[in-house]
């Protein structure tokens, strides 16, 4: 089969297999007011046993100083997942046990997550959430599934407690997005209703469309400048090659 995953983020695109080391693009839809910088970020990187993991988070703050934080919880995860037999919730346990040795006030929320091919055909998700909104998950027919489960926020200073990772098999065609609550979030509106909207949006887009296209047509509607910063990064699983 072709071991690639196809990435985009709202700006930019990529393909990433195992040889490419994270996606083309970097860049992020920053908010209207306040420094153009954040701490909103997407990652993806191959692993050393064949997965590919893929991270989208959200440090508190909107300044330089969250900026700064995030990149060191940026390397800080890559750091910890280098041995991915600890799974990502023993990826984040290991960054949130660092925070707290080394006095790094982190606080904010992030999904992360791995993918194994399974067989020639399917993949196997494994994730973990860290109070972030929900992933969805578009199945070929258009049927959406909002993966709920999640534990407690990103923060060191609150008293240890063991993170769990959740598994869902993947097959071909399925497409994940994950994205930061600046996609859903808005004073005055429903957060769980504008999530449903992004759902529909989804089932709505045609199968197969380029994940490119695709990110653009989710984020249609939001303003050139939105009062948040957004970040989204879209993975399907190919369809197995030729014989």
């Known amino acids: 089969m072709t071991n690639e995953l196809s990435t985009a983020s709202a700006t930019a695109s990529s393909a990433l297999g195992p040889s490419a080391g994270r996606p083309a693009g970097r860049r992020y839809l920053p908010a209207a007011a306040?420094?153009?910088v954040g701490g909103d970020w997407y990652d993806a990187y191959p692993q050393a046993t064949g997965s590919v993991a893929i991270t989208v988070g959200d440090?508190?703050?909107?300044?330089?100083?969250?900026a700064t934080?995030?990149?060191?919880?940026?390397?800080?995860?890559?750091?910890?997942?280098?041995?991915?037999?600890?799974?990502?919730a023993g990826a984040v346990t290991a960054v949130e046990q660092a925070?707290?040795?080394?006095?790094l006030d982190a606080s904010g929320t992030l999904i992360h997550a791995h993918l194994r091919a399974a067989d020639a055909t399917t993949w196997q998700l494994t994730w973990t959430n860290a109070g972030h909104p929900?992933?969805?998950?578009?199945h070929p027919d258009g049927q959406i599934e909002q993966l709920d489960q999640h534990d407690r926020l990103l923060w060191p200073r609150v008293a240890s407690r063991s993170r769990t990772n959740q598994q869902r098999v993947l097959g071909p065609?399925?497409?994940?997005?994950?994205?930061?609550?600046?996609?859903?979030?808005?004073?005055?509106?429903?957060?769980?209703?504008?999530?449903?909207?992004?759902?529909a949006t989804l089932s709505a887009a045609p199968a197969g469309q380029p994940l490119p296209d695709l990110i653009s047509q989710v984020t249609g509607t939001m303003p050139a400048r939105?009062?948040?910063?957004?970040v989204l990064l879209a993975a399907r699983i190919p369809e197995p090659g030729p014989l």
């Open 134 to 138: 929900p992933p969805l998950l578009r």
């Open 173 to 199: 065609g399925d497409t994940l997005l994950l994205y930061t609550d600046g996609l859903v979030e808005r004073r005055d509106h429903d957060i769980d209703k504008a999530i449903r909207n992004v759902a």
């Open 34 to 36: 306040g420094d153009l």
């Open 59 to 66: 440090i508190t703050g909107h300044d330089m100083h969250a």
């Open 69 to 88: 934080i995030m990149s060191q919880i940026r390397s800080m995860l890559r750091q910890a997942d280098v041995h991915d037999d600890v799974g990502p």
């Open 226 to 230: 939105p009062a948040d910063d957004i």
């Open 99 to 103: 925070c707290r040795q080394l006095s």
